[in-house]
């Protein structure tokens, strides 16, 4: 089933939070990854499942710093994982799978955003690596558990900086063209998008659907290596303010679990509700462009991201 990328009107905006999207719900014996859940509209999302009977597991790069921000919420389990570390994704995904359990809900919302030029072990440019393919290949190792849950839920955070690139499938590193870390970035969020566009297409027949999402402009520390001129004009877009962590993660949460989606998945969700598609040349901050309800792209994305990583999900 093809999900329409229009709004559906849920009844929510831009300032409703995670604990209101989930209302009465409980998630008792559900299982949950949220990758980086310790800090920002991460540990939100971790904080808001865990209180509802879920359990939590969260991969961080920084175990000293987790464990300090994740002490005081029950059914929480830490472990190690750096995304841009293939080896480490694989360490952290096989010893998941080990448990035996079912994954209702992944998460992937860590992420990096407008670095100075660098690349990971496999030598791609380090926002597309941390961003798309360590997530990429987390859900892989992990798509058993996630068919076994009967009706999982995959959310791919990614950002209306998706405006700024599609993805350069031939030169995803800029070794053939002038690196510019913006451009990067917004080619990193596409690729979240576009994931999530075929992950639902292949996982539909399976019970798992995904979805994409853009939290909003949110006070995080995602814009830590942003100098200060550069982010003041930044923040200048958003007259508004900014959201707080409890507004930002409320569109992943309601992706995560609302009844309102059952049966739908494959678009762009912001502020608590499917985005209306618009076009490349739109002059709105909000909505999806054309680039990551592309198919066939989504498509070809998919199977460069299965050689970039050696890694393919079965099914």
Not at 268 to 278: L, M
Request: with cysteine; net charge neutral; aromatic share 6%.
């Amino acid at each position: 089933m093809t999900t329409k990328q229009a709004p559906i009107h849920s009844g929510y905006g831009p300032t409703t939070t995670a604990r209101e999207v989930l209302g009465a719900r409980r998630l008792d014996g559900k299982v949950a990854i949220v990758t980086g859940g310790y800090v920002g509209i991460g540990l939100e999302t971790t904080r808001v499942l865990a209180a509802v009977g879920a359990t939590v597991i969260v991969p961080a790069r920084s175990p000293e710093k987790a464990r300090a921000a994740l002490a005081s919420i029950d059914r929480v389990e830490l472990e190690t994982m750096d995304l841009a570390d293939p080896a480490s994704v694989d360490a952290f995904a096989g010893q998941f799978m080990a448990s035996g359990r079912p994954l209702h809900l992944l998460i992937n919302n860590a992420g990096i955003m407008a670095i100075p030029f660098a690349k990971n072990v496999r030598g791609f440019e380090l926002q597309f690596a941390t961003n798309h393919l360590g997530h990429f290949q987390l859900t892989a190792r992990v798509w058993p558990a996630l068919v076994k849950a009967r009706g999982a839920r995959v959310v791919a955070l990614t950002s209306r900086g998706h405006m700024r690139a599609s993805v350069d499938l031939d030169d995803p590193s800029f070794e053939r063209r002038p690196y510019d870390k913006w451009k990067a970035y917004g080619q990193s969020k596409s690729a979240n998008a576009l994931f999530a566009l075929e992950l639902d297409a292949r996982g539909e027949k399976h019970g798992v659907r995904a979805f994409s999402v853009h939290p909003g402009a949110v006070e995080t520390e995602l814009a830590r290596d942003v100098p200060e001129a550069e982010l003041s004009a930044l923040l200048a877009q958003f007259p508004q303010g900014l959201k707080k962590p409890d507004a930002g993660a409320a569109t992943s949460v309601w992706c995560a679990t609302s009844s309102a989606l059952d049966g739908m998945g494959g678009v762009y969700c912001e502020d608590v509700d499917i985005a209306e598609a618009v076009p490349a040349d739109s002059k709105t901050l909000g909505g999806a462009r054309p680039w990551i309800l592309d198919r066939d792209l989504a498509a070809r994305l998919w199977t460069k991201s299965e050689t970039w990583t050696g890694v393919r999900m079965e099914g």
